[in-house]
């Protein structure tokens, strides 16, 4: 697996090849704004989305790239199936730590692996 860091943003990008394509992590760490009521992490944990505030949180964007250059946004564990589409999986919301980047990058590439998509 190759890993390049952006010096300006802080933004982690992980490369693998896997299923006949190129799968790409990206993660970056969002800090969140307790005294604000608008920001998104207070309304989580006030909606009950979330036990508890994560004053840092990882970011999640995963995009694979299949044999014909098409970008899918497959394999990402902090996302699941509901609504209209996609909404967050609040269990994979993780404060940034590097033991829970490693165990979220650990579940993309098992999700690419066994090709199990958004739930």
Same mark, same amino acid.
């Given at each position: 697996? /190759?890993?390049?860091? /952006? &010096?300006?943003? #802080?933004?982690? *990008?992980?490369?693998?090849?896997?299923?006949? #394509?190129?799968?790409?992590? =990206?993660?970056?760490?969002? !800090?969140?704004?307790?005294?604000?009521?608008? $920001?998104?992490?207070?309304?989580?944990? !006030? /909606?009950?989305?979330? &036990?508890? +505030?994560? &004053?840092?949180?990882?970011?999640?964007?995963?995009? +694979?790239?299949? =044999?014909? @250059?098409?970008?899918?946004?497959?394999?990402? &564990?902090?996302? %699941?199936?509901? @609504?209209?589409?996609?909404?967050?999986? +609040? $269990?994979?919301?993780?404060?940034? *730590?590097?033991?829970? =980047?490693?165990?979220?990058?650990?579940?993309?590439?098992?999700?690419?692996?066994? $090709?199990? %998509?958004? !739930?």
């Amino acid at each position: 697996m /190759n890993k390049a860091i /952006n &010096p300006i943003t #802080g933004k982690r *990008t992980y490369t693998e090849q896997v299923n006949g #394509g190129e799968l790409v992590i =990206e993660i970056r760490t969002s !800090k969140a704004d307790r005294r604000s009521k608008h $920001d998104l992490m207070n309304l989580w944990v !006030k /909606n009950g989305h979330l &036990p508890e +505030f994560i &004053p840092e949180r990882l970011h999640v964007d995963t995009y +694979f790239y299949d =044999e014909d @250059g098409r970008c899918w946004g497959y394999y990402n &564990p902090t996302e %699941r199936r509901g @609504g209209a589409g996609r909404v967050i999986d +609040f $269990d994979w919301m993780l404060p940034a *730590t590097p033991e829970n =980047e490693r165990r979220i990058i650990d579940e993309v590439l098992r999700m690419a692996r066994e $090709d199990i %998509r958004c !739930k």
